[in-house]
């Protein structure tokens, strides 16, 4: 796997349209960088896999929660 995947690419792993991608990057949710004249971006590979490793967290703080709340 190359280290710097384009948007398209993360839309693919993530099983997400382009447009979702574009806005996890534009809300600062999953780190990106701009690469060339016209400004693409691109994602480190370690960066998605971040990402998601703190999207697993989030669900487990989420379902903690709920099971604390239903005690």
Do not use: H
Request: net charge neutral; glycine share 6%.
């Amino acid at each position: 796997m190359p280290r710097f995947l384009t948007l398209a690419d993360v839309a693919e792993q993530l099983q997400i349209n382009s447009p979702a991608a574009y806005a996890l990057v534009r809300s600062g949710e999953l780190k990106a960088i701009q690469v060339g004249g016209r400004g693409q971006w691109r994602v480190e590979e370690k960066m998605l896999e971040q990402y998601i490793e703190e999207r697993y967290a989030e669900a487990s703080r989420v379902i903690q929660e709920s099971r604390s709340k239903s005690v």
